[in-house]
């Protein structure tokens, strides 16, 4: 059950058409309330709705309200991470069910905190939101090195490869992975993304990133549209 915003009163989600049904879940994920996400997911599935509808309709639909108040400011780290947790017990339900019905995700990334670098709240919180977006995310950890990201690139094929750096001294590494990458001959066939706190757009475009984001929303609304962009030109 899912308590109203005055927070006195219950509302019985399985009494909810399915339109009100959405928009309780959209007010559900942005409150992080997991359980009630859990249970509407499973009504939206027993009326018969396709487990890609409630993905896109339902929890990407309330996570994209999430993504633009946190990137106005309106929510902060705490609240996303909840949100996105939130999101997680929906996709528990939905992505056996993807999966055996052969479901393409909105996009592939594979992301991880550069070598000598063990900050991973940005990277995480990347990686929720781009899975909250509908994007399959492999995550690499911390402390991950060029031959590192390079076997994952080869073994998972993503549209996107995230780096993040919170440091100062471990930013030019980001430099040292695209260049392993050019050498491998493989710099064409993925979008690279940079972010954390010391980067800005000049160094990513300096180490031969294809976009700097300077938040995980940011991050979301640049991997879609370069994603598109790019299947686009491929069409």
């Known amino acids: 059950m899912s308590q109203t915003s005055s927070g006195n009163a219950e509302i019985i989600l399985a009494s909810l058409s399915d339109e009100e049904l959405v928009e309780q879940m959209f007010d559900d994920l942005y409150d992080g309330l ?16 396709e487990a890609k509808r409630v993905l896109d309709d339902a929890l990407v639909g309330g ?26 017990a929906g996709m528990a339900i939905l992505k056996p069910i993807l999966s055996a019905a052969g479901a393409e995700p909105v996009g ?29 995310v492999i995550d690499l950890g911390i402390n ?52 954390g706190a010391p980067l800005n757009e000049e160094f990513g475009r300096a180490v031969g990133a294809n976009a700097y984001c300077r938040d995980a929303a940011t991050a979301v609304e640049t991997a879609k549209r370069l994603v598109l962009e790019r299947r686009a030109a491929r069409a």
């Open 34 to 49: 997991a359980d009630e996400i859990r249970e509407a997911t499973q009504i939206l599935l027993d009326r018969g709705w």
């Open 63 to 88: 996570m994209n309200i999430v993504g633009v108040d946190f990137r106005d400011g309106i929510l902060f780290v705490p609240e996303v991470l909840l949100a996105a947790n939130a999101m997680k």
């Open 108 to 136: 592939k990334m594979v992301i991880g905190t550069v070598k000598g670098d063990i900050h991973d709240i940005g990277k995480n919180l990347v990686g929720m939101m781009m899975e909250g977006a509908g994007f399959e």
């Open 144 to 195: 991950t090195d060029a031959d590192k990201y390079i076997a994952a690139l080869r073994l998972h094929r993503p549209d996107i490869l995230g780096m993040s750096a919170l440091l100062t001294t471990t930013m030019p590494y980001m430099k040292v992975v695209i260049d392993a990458i050019k050498a491998q001959g493989m710099r064409d066939d993925f979008i690279v993304l940079v972010g």
